[in-house]
């Protein structure tokens, strides 16, 4: 199993979506996939055409101290997936100071999952720093940050290098971290710029296709579809599929 780490020093960038699109890419390329929602904002299922009124996820399996087995969904696009849960306050914070003194909660809880060969488990997460982040970054083989080309990102880019050299530089089962630009608007001068030097910074860690701000991603989310199937000829489509070959590169090394 190949743990992929999905993070981002901002909300709203499209984090979920990417995780969400990227796993059903692959799995439609014959892939086994497992997605892990570990963002209290339990936003993933909504993707993936979840029943509106299941409240299950992994925070409820961990209170009970049950397993995660009881949360794991196939959805209709061949992925099987585990959601954060919804959740009060209350529970929320129980849960994130069970995580705080619990550092092998995920390693855990993933090895105790079935797992088909090769399978890639994508695990999405919160904006920033946090107890969730910790958790993954401390077992991902691979992290990929989504950022969107504005200069805010781009000022963020040496916290996040801390984080990758603190969580994961010193691993021997760490294969990188890799960068992907989206929200891409190509006809925009300061996007081609935060590009040019983010390539500069991070030569080919960047993934050299960005994903491009297109309305299809929000309107397959809209029809809980991924973008392939959505609009199988869309700008997004395409580079979600160039991207998720170049990630499997650096995987199947
Ligand atoms: N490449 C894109 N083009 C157009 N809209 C996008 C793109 N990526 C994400 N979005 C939209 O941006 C919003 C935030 O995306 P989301 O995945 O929830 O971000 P995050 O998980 O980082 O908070 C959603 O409405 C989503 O549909
Ligand atoms: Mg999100």
Redesign the pocket.
Known sequence: MTVIAVI?PK????????SVNLACTLAANGRAVRLVDL?P?N?MRLHLGAEPGDTNGLIHQTLQQTGWYYTEYDSAYGVSFIPYGKASEVERITFEAHLAHTPGWLRDNLAELSSAPGMLTII?TP?GPSVYVQQVLSIANLVLV?MIPDAGSYATLDSIEGLLDYYCANRTDFYGSYYVL???DAEQPLNRDIQSVMQNTLGERLSPYP?????S??EA?AFQQPVWQYAPHSQ?ADDLKQVSAWLLKRIDR
């Open positions: 981002s909300g709203g960038v499209g984090k979920t979506t990417v963002d904002q936003a999405d904006p989504v989206n929200q891409f994903i491009h701000r297109d309305e991603l929000s989310l997004a």
